[in-house]
């Protein structure tokens, strides 16, 4: 569950990646997931184990999360998506301010 700074419609398409915790070492695939209008999404078939999880939405910045997976379902709150990144780069720049000013 992840909700997005400024909105009340929480839905939109997200990637979730699995870190090993404290790197930048991705663990597998990055997953796509589609979040409906509270932000609760799902993302299936994660081994269980310790991991940094990193929830994306384009238009947001990234959130990592460190989580415990156990077997089964497993349900994680991933708090606030701060706005601002126009452009999918992950960084809130003077780019992001010129795509938002000619809109």
Same mark, same amino acid.
């Given at each position: %569950?992840?909700?997005?700074?400024?909105?009340?419609?929480?839905s939109? %398409? @997200?990637? *979730?990646?699995?870190?090993?915790?404290? !790197?930048?070492?991705q663990?597998?695939?990055?997953?796509? #997931?589609?979040?409906? !209008?509270?932000?609760?999404?799902?993302?299936?078939n994660?081994?269980?184990?310790?991991?940094? $999880? &990193?929830?994306?939405?384009?238009?947001?910045?990234?959130?990592?999360?460190? &989580?415990?997976l156990?077997?089964?379902?497993?349900?994680?709150?991933?708090g606030?998506?701060?706005?601002?990144d126009?452009?999918?780069?992950? *960084?809130? #720049?003077?780019?992001? @301010?010129? $795509?938002?000013?000619?809109?």
């Open positions: %569950n992840i909700t997005l700074e400024g909105r009340t419609n929480h939109g %398409n @997200f990637t *979730v990646a699995l870190y090993q915790p404290g !790197t930048t070492a663990i597998g695939t990055t997953y796509n #997931s589609t979040a409906n !209008t509270s932000g609760s999404m799902t993302v299936n994660l081994k269980p184990g310790t991991y940094d $999880i &990193r929830i994306k939405h384009p238009q947001y910045l990234a959130k990592l999360i460190n &989580r415990t156990v077997a089964g379902a497993n349900t994680l709150t991933g606030q998506l701060k706005a601002g126009a452009n999918n780069d992950n *960084v809130v #720049s003077a780019l992001d @301010f010129s $795509i938002l000013a000619a809109t």
